[in-house]
């Protein structure tokens, strides 16, 4: 009986206990920030101007209300190549962000940025939102959204129509004082600046910190693309890489080529039939064919042509891989020009005999002169083409015309 009330009076205070004991805990409120009114990079963009370029004396705009951007991080500081900041790019355009402390967002991220408390400046002509604190202002809401850079040109760089994008420029260089040497220096941690150019001479910075963790990696020698944010500072535009394996110079310089044929009628001799080895010249209407012009000094092959005349100057044999990127290019100029036409021609099925209109010449589109002024052809691409191939330069002209036209440095080649 004893034990049995002592079990009773147990089990009692179990159930009493188990009565005060709540099965919901509470939870702590939720960080909740509110999306606002939605602008685009472009519409920021356009605030600044009226904002700050517009007000005599105004420096900054601060964002006070519940305003939201969306964009796409372009580039982070994790590479050290920029500190406590990034870049985000939506289709409107692009912006540098400041912020309160390194890291937290990367590149690749989407993310809705909320403008209240950050503050829209320029710092040496850089737009950018300052102020930005990853807690608070930076939602995230997707990884992995890697924007494709736009192709553009060093002329369109400075433009001003690219400033905080990212952007890929093709058929670059460094300048030969610049290859070889380090993109930065990682010792004394100095930031260096770098220069590129197009084969036109125009350039362009390559700006590289010397905390960048490629800093003490080597500027390459060839010629190629490159992938970069471009910054600005004051009136110098500036390029900012993410990794060097986005900088890919792997082909020859500018001016270099490996050439399949190379002609510069340095040989010819003056008013004379031009013959050189493995080249046709034939007339197959009228009678005058492409002849010398040599000074000494200067080159050139020259027809002059009057009245109903076909004169044809056709290459040696070719040979052309398919898996190379082989282009031909040459030099024009013209006088007296009255109904005549020079054009180019390539052939799969000529025999390499004295009947040229026997086989099958597709024209090539090329610069050709009309006047005086020497006239490259430019580079005309023959990559789709396979095997032995001939390149030939026709001049005709009906009863009545007139023209005399000069050709040099005739080159097949391949980079």
């Known amino acids: 009986m004893k034990n049995s009330a002592l079990v009773s009076l147990s089990f009692l205070m179990l159930l009493g206990l188990s009565s005060c004991i709540h099965e919901n805990f509470d939870e702590p409120p939720l960080n909740v920030i509110p999306e606002g009114n939605v602008l685009t990079i ?13 007000v005599p004396n105004a420096t900054l705009y601060k964002f006070t209300g519940d ?16 500190y406590k900041a990034a870049y985000v790019q939506d289709e409107t355009g692009a912006i540098n962000l400041r912020l309160l402390s390194s890291g937290g967002i990367y590149e690749g991220d ?7 408390g950050t503050v829209l400046s320029s710092y040496q ?22 924007r494709e850079p736009e192709e553009v040109t060093i002329g369109q760089i400075m433009t001003g129509n690219y400033q905080a994008k990212l952007v890929k420029i093709n058929n670059v260089q460094f300048i030969q004082t610049d290859v070889g040497q ?3 220096d990682p010792l004394t941690l100095a930031t260096i600046n770098r220069t590129i150019e ?37 009136d110098d535009w500036q390029l900012y890489i ?13 001016g270099e080529y490996n050439a399949l044929l190379e002609q510069d009628f340095s040989s010819v001799v003056n008013n004379e039939t031009v013959a050189l080895s493995g080249w046709k010249n034939i007339a197959t209407t009228g009678s005058a064919v492409w002849l010398g012009q040599n000074n000494g000094i200067d080159a050139r092959a020259k027809i002059s042509g009057t009245g109903d005349n076909v004169a ?57 002169a009309t006047n005086s002024n020497e006239t490259s052809s430019g580079n005309i691409d023959i990559s789709a083409y396979s095997g032995n191939v001939y390149i030939a330069f026709k001049y005709s002209g009906l009863s009545g015309a007139t023209g005399d036209f000069y050709l040099d440095n005739v080159v097949v080649a391949w980079e």
């Open 182 to 184: 380090k993109y930065a």
């Open 242 to 254: 993410r990794s060097t394996e986005e900088v890919e110079f792997d082909h020859l310089r500018c």
């Open 110 to 116: 989407s993310v809705r940025i909320y403008l209240k």
């Open 67 to 82: 305003f939201s951007v969306y964009g796409v991080v372009t580039m982070d500081d994790k590479s050290g190549n920029i």
């Open 42 to 54: 472009g519409q920021i963009r356009d605030m600044y101007i009226d904002s700050i370029i517009n």
């Open 312 to 368: 044809w100057l056709i290459t040696p044999a070719v040979n052309l891989d398919a898996s190379s990127n082989e282009y031909l290019t040459f030099v024009t100029r013209a006088l007296n020009i009255l109904g005549a036409e020079l054009k180019v021609y390539i052939s799969t099925d000529y025999d390499g005999g004295n009947s040229p209109e026997t086989a099958t010449w597709t024209q090539l589109t090329a610069s050709i």
């Open 125 to 146: 002509n850089m737009l950018q939102l300052d102020s930005v604190d990853v807690d608070k202002n930076i939602i995230k809401q997707a990884t992995l959204r890697n």
């Open 198 to 234: 197009d084969c036109d001479g125009n350039t362009m910075i390559v700006r590289t910190s010397g905390y960048a963790s490629f800093a003490g990696s080597i500027v390459p020698e060839g010629k190629g693309s490159i992938i970069a944010i471009v910054g600005q500072y004051r």
